[in-house]
């Protein structure tokens, strides 16, 4: 298992990490199987979307706020009830095919790691099986 370190820098964020996904898969020197990405952290999440246009990780965020309000009658004392209710939604794992030693992803497809309660140095463990 292979632990990628991310830093996010905001307090809500969408990050692109293909690009180190799949620099993952090279230096493994996996052709063809599966790829598996876990997020440990109750206050983010990972999710697949489009990364050609960067609107669309704007509006996701957008949404999820009108969604999930800041303020409300949570119980969770901490604070960050909010970020947890998102983290929940988005989901904390992916699974990716892997064929020619390359991600199998749509044209406009990104995998992106979703911060909720940032800034902070987070962790996505990923594992292909080959
Ligand atoms: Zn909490």
């Not at 876990?38 to 996701?60: C, L, M, R, Y």
């Not at 209710?85 to 992106?112: D, H, M, P, R």
């Amino acid at each position: 298992m292979t632990k990628l370190e991310v830093k996010t820098s905001s307090q809500t964020e969408f990050i692109d990490i293909t690009s180190r996904v799949q620099k993952e898969i090279q230096r493994l020197g996996i052709s063809d199987g599966v790829c598996y990405l876990f997020v440990p952290h109750t206050t983010a999440g990972i999710t697949i979307n489009e990364n050609a246009d960067p609107s669309v990780k704007t509006d996701i965020l957008m949404e999820l706020d009108k969604l999930i309000p800041q303020d409300d009658t949570y119980k969770h004392l901490e604070g960050n009830a909010p970020a947890h209710v998102k983290a929940s939604i988005i989901g904390c794992s992916e699974t990716v095919f892997v064929e020619q030693g390359k991600l199998v992803l749509g044209t406009w497809q990104g995998i992106f790691f979703c911060e909720f309660d940032g800034p902070r140095t987070r962790r996505v463990f990923l594992k292909i099986i080959s």
